[in-house]
């Protein structure tokens, strides 16, 4: 390895975390964020030679990167969660998967390594990461979403942020002002979010593994708000309402089956990795975001794409047992 690659390396590596944590913010799926991020170091390694540090390496890396999600924008359509699609559905008529529509995609947290800096700073970027902030992020226009992530989530002045759009502070400052009204608009009540107490937030989500892996739908009832929602994409039907999420699990949740629900943590909110077990072998099934808020749980993300677990470090599947 030459000196100049040991150097870029050792420059660009740190930011390598936040860089794919932004992209995500942007683009709503992780595969296009890594594949935007690993285009970006692979730009900067061919342009490093000519990089006079007129400005930060994180502002350079950042601004390919801008630059690359937006022109991957220009091309693609926002992602979805099947609540965007219409109204919710009855649980005896599920739709088959829609699996050519572009879903929004789960973030692991272990992928979220920003630089060390204040604490107050690191929780702001953690919120910006839940799943219902993200999925409203995909109503703005790329420019807008790029303004109120930079703004918002990373604190960027609004100079700098111009610098990087190749526009002017008060343009920026516009554009976030709308970008804030319309999130206002497709953002859920952040009051109805606020979590219990980290014990009882625990013994809630340890009640509700038990009770999901036995089929227990009595415990359940009692762990989910009234107003409960249960989507499953890439299946665009989705549920509202404690009545019918629990239909669908009596539908759904064979008593008889053998089920093990791992605990993961993605969009800075817990969820599980669900395994079914047959013949001994525990094979992938689903990821699942939980939204908890006043009342219990209100909204269960569940991702049926066992193709995104190797990136939550889980295996497909396995005879050995599981953390």
Same mark, same amino acid.
């Given at each position: 390895?030459?000196?100049?690659?040991?150097?870029?390396?050792?420059?660009?590596? &740190?930011?390598?975390?936040?860089?794919?944590?932004?992209?995500?913010?942007?683009?709503?799926?992780?595969?296009?964020?890594?594949?935007?991020? !690993?285009?970006?170091?692979?730009?900067?390694?061919?342009?490093?030679?000519?990089?006079?540090?007129?400005?930060?390496? #994180?502002?350079?890396?950042?601004?390919?990167?801008?630059? !690359?999600?937006?022109?991957?924008?220009?091309?693609?359509?926002?992602?979805?969660?099947?609540?965007?699609?219409?109204?919710?559905?009855?649980?005896?008529?599920?739709? &088959?998967?829609?699996?050519?529509?572009?879903?929004?995609?789960?973030?692991?947290?272990?992928?979220?390594?920003?630089?060390?800096?204040? &604490?107050?700073?690191?929780?702001?970027?953690?919120?910006?990461?839940?799943?219902?902030?993200?999925?409203?992020?995909?109503?703005?226009?790329?420019?807008?979403?790029?303004?109120?992530?930079?703004?918002?989530?990373?604190?960027?002045?609004?100079?700098?942020?111009?610098?990087?759009?190749?526009?002017?502070?008060?343009?920026?400052?516009?554009?976030?002002?709308?970008?804030?009204?319309?999130?206002?608009?497709?953002?859920?009540?952040?009051?109805?979010?606020?979590? &219990?107490?980290?014990?009882? #937030? #625990?013994?809630?989500?340890?009640?509700?593994?038990?009770?999901?892996?036995?089929?227990?739908?009595?415990?359940?009832?009692?762990?989910?708000?009234?107003?409960?929602?249960?989507?499953?994409?890439?299946?665009?039907?989705?549920?509202?309402?404690?009545?019918?999420?629990?239909?669908?699990?009596?539908?759904?949740?064979?008593?008889?089956?053998?089920?093990?629900?791992?605990?993961?943590?993605?969009?800075?909110?817990?969820?599980?990795?669900?395994?079914?077990?047959?013949?001994?072998?525990?094979?992938?099934?689903?990821?699942?975001?939980?939204?908890?808020?006043?009342?219990?749980?209100?909204?269960?993300?569940?991702?049926?794409?066992?193709?995104?677990?190797?990136?939550?470090?889980?295996?497909? !599947?396995?005879?050995?047992?599981?953390?």
């Amino acid at each position: 390895m030459s000196l100049q690659t040991e150097e870029f390396e050792a420059r660009t590596e &740190p930011h390598r975390g936040e860089l794919v944590a932004f992209c995500y913010r942007m683009l709503g799926s992780l595969h296009d964020a890594e594949d935007v991020v !690993q285009e970006t170091f692979l730009r900067a390694w061919r342009g490093y030679g000519e990089f006079e540090f007129r400005s930060s390496i #994180r502002t350079w890396l950042f601004r390919i990167a801008t630059n !690359q999600c937006l022109n991957l924008l220009q091309h693609s359509s926002r992602r979805l969660i099947p609540s965007a699609l219409g109204s919710p559905g009855d649980p005896r008529e599920i739709a &088959p998967a829609a699996s050519d529509l572009p879903w929004l995609e789960p973030f692991p947290d272990l992928l979220f390594a920003p630089p060390p800096a204040d &604490p107050g700073v690191l929780v702001v970027e953690r919120q910006s990461l839940r799943l219902a902030l993200i999925a409203a992020l995909q109503y703005l226009p790329p420019r807008q979403r790029a303004v109120l992530v930079l703004r918002e989530a990373f604190g960027w002045p609004a100079a700098e942020v111009a610098e990087l759009l190749g526009t002017t502070a008060a343009a920026v400052n516009s554009a976030l002002q709308r970008a804030r009204a319309e999130l206002t608009r497709a953002a859920p009540d952040e009051e109805l979010l606020t979590e &219990p107490a980290e014990s009882d #937030r #625990r013994a809630l989500l340890d009640q509700y593994a038990t009770a999901f892996e036995k089929a227990d739908l009595e415990s359940l009832n009692r762990l989910l708000a009234d107003e409960v929602r249960w989507e499953m994409p890439p299946i665009p039907t989705w549920f509202e309402g404690r009545d019918d999420v629990l239909e669908l699990l009596r539908r759904k949740l064979d008593p008889r089956a053998k089920r093990r629900l791992v605990p993961v943590s993605a969009n800075a909110q817990p969820g599980f990795a669900v395994y079914d077990e047959v013949g001994g072998r525990l094979r992938a099934h689903m990821l699942q975001v939980v939204t908890i808020g006043s009342g219990g749980i209100r909204a269960i993300h569940s991702f049926h794409r066992p193709d995104l677990f190797p990136s939550f470090g889980l295996p497909l !599947q396995s005879t050995a047992g599981l953390p």
